[in-house]
């Protein structure tokens, strides 16, 4: 059995299996340690299998209103079972490729739990009959990932209280949920069940839902979210979760102090992540962390020369788009290549709910406590054609500038399939595009990117169609 490998990376998330890929590109004898399926958490148990949910429940609702596209449809009903079928096909499919991937560039896959030994080493435990076997390379790659933050008053039981993956292979559709955590998680769970016909209350101890998000985001979103149906509790606190009965009594504490109890079948955790940092030899290897994140400098060394970590273990945002780019980056400069640090104020975030979210750099707020003095430009979808012909003019994009050089310090979208939109706006701000150049770029009609070019055109008061 082959032990000896110029880099072995330990975990196949979307951080750890492009950075297996990219080493072999670059000649490279790679191995990638993973005790479940290849994808990590991301393809198996996250984005891909949450955006198949999605898209049924999206499917749902289209047919819901058929009638207003000139459809006549007999009742149509959800079937939770056959959603969540058709997502773990989706997601198995993706693995598969994966597969598929790592054979095409001869690239080991050692199935079980990896931990950091002495001397360049790492232990591999098989999950099964508990054999443990040493590999040894002169770079390690840590990609373990993260997993659902527990909160002490709110313990996961797994059967009344959920995880993010006992919420997305339920066998039974809950009548109702509540929601803990308003984030880009939460998010997509609210929409999903309340789309199938759930009553979902959706909490958070922030005072707006996406807090990450520009607020007028969160306007919409809230409206959206609330004329569905959905029932939302900002700047509010849980305070603990009663499942000893039928139903479960959530205890929960506003801001002013007053107390109230929500009754729901279900209790989803969606309170965020921790890394998985335990059990991976760090303390043995002298590997240091700070607030719960592994120290790595901008090409994702440790302070111990040959280890080193991406993805959602390092500081910076949990996105699988994130874990890719820092995997290539500190894979090249192992390599001996130059490559460029990343540049996270040019990262886009996307939430899939409907109407999507889609952003990129500084919001209005955060660009003024920069010490920007900004030039702000929005349009709504309301008066985009296409919009009006998809039968959602739900939104609208709002770009920011610095008004004294004309950099573009960001955008923020809400609305129908901003999240394939956004793209643009990050090549643009990477190219250090000016805003009249995009004025001056013809955009095809109708389409929605056409709002990306009237804001900025309102930006510089010369918006034709408001």
């Known amino acids: 059995m082959n032990t000896q490998y110029d880099v072995i990376v330990i975990g196949s998330g979307p951080g750890g299996y492009v950075a297996a890929i990219r080493a072999s590109q670059l000649g490279m004898k790679v191995a990638v340690i993973e005790q479940e399926a290849l994808g990590g958490i991301c393809l198996n148990w996250g984005c891909i299998p949450t955006k198949a949910l ?19 449809i007999a009742e149509a009903t959800p079937n939770l079972g056959a959603m969540v079928k058709r997502s773990r096909e989706v997601a198995g499919s993706m693995s598969r ?22 001397d360049k080493t790492v232990i591999v435990t098989d999950g099964k009959d508990r054999t443990a076997t040493t590999y040894q390379a002169p770079h390690v790659i840590l990609a373990t990932g993260a997993r659902s933050r527990a909160l002490p008053q709110l313990p996961i039981d797994h059967k009344k209280v959920l995880g993010y993956r006992e919420a997305m292979v339920l066998k039974e559709q809950p009548c109702s949920m509540a929601i803990i955590g308003a984030g880009a998680i939460g998010i997509e769970f609210a929409y999903f069940y309340n789309a199938i016909g759930t009553q979902v209350t959706l909490i958070d101890h922030s005072s707006y839902i996406l807090p990450a998000e520009d607020p007028d985001v969160s306007k919409v979103l809230t409206k959206s979210f609330t ?19 039928t139903q479960c009594q959530v205890q929960l504490k506003s801001a002013q102090g007053t107390q109230t109890t929500v009754s ?44 080193y970590a991406i993805g959602d273990i390092v500081p910076g945002p949990s996105l699988a788009h994130v874990a890719s780019a820092e995997g290539i980056v500190c894979v090249e400069k192992i390599a001996g290549l130059d490559p460029e640090p990343i540049d996270y104020y040019n990262v886009p975030s996307c939430t899939y709910c409907q109407p999507e979210v889609a952003s990129v750099g500084y919001t209005e707020a955060a660009a003024k406590t920069a ?43 809400v609305g129908n399939s901003v999240t ?22 013809i955009h095809p009609h109708p389409t929605l990117s056409e709002a990306i070019v009237e804001a900025i055109a309102d930006a510089y008061g010369t918006a034709i169609h408001l």
């Open 420 to 441: 394939e939109l956004i793209a643009e706006v990050v090549a643009t701000r990477k190219l250090e595009t000016t805003g009249q150049e995009i004025i001056k770029s």
């Open 227 to 245: 004329q569905a149906g959905i029932e939302i509790h900002t700047s509010t606190e849980i305070t603990g979760v009663d499942t000893r009965g």
């Open 264 to 307: 729901c079948d279900v209790v989803l955790s969606a309170a965020g992540i921790v890394a998985n940092l335990e059990g991976i030899g760090l303390e043995e290897a002298g590997v240091a962390t700070h607030q719960g994140r592994i120290v790595v400098d901008q090409y994702y060394n440790t302070p111990i020369p040959g280890i």
């Open 54 to 72: 999605l898209k049924s429940a999206q499917v749902f609702r289209y047919i819901q209103k058929a009638d207003e596209y000139g459809i006549q």
């Open 97 to 118: 490729g994966i597969q598929h991937l790592f054979k095409k560039n001869k690239i080991s896959t050692i199935k079980g739990t990896g931990r950091l030994g002495p």
């Open 371 to 413: 010490g920007y003095t900004v030039r702000v430009g929005k349009f709504p979808f309301l008066a985009s054609g296409k919009a009006h012909t998809a039968g959602d003019t739900t939104g609208f994009v709002k770009v920011v500038f610095d008004s004294q050089h004309g950099e573009w310090l960001g955008t923020q979208m």
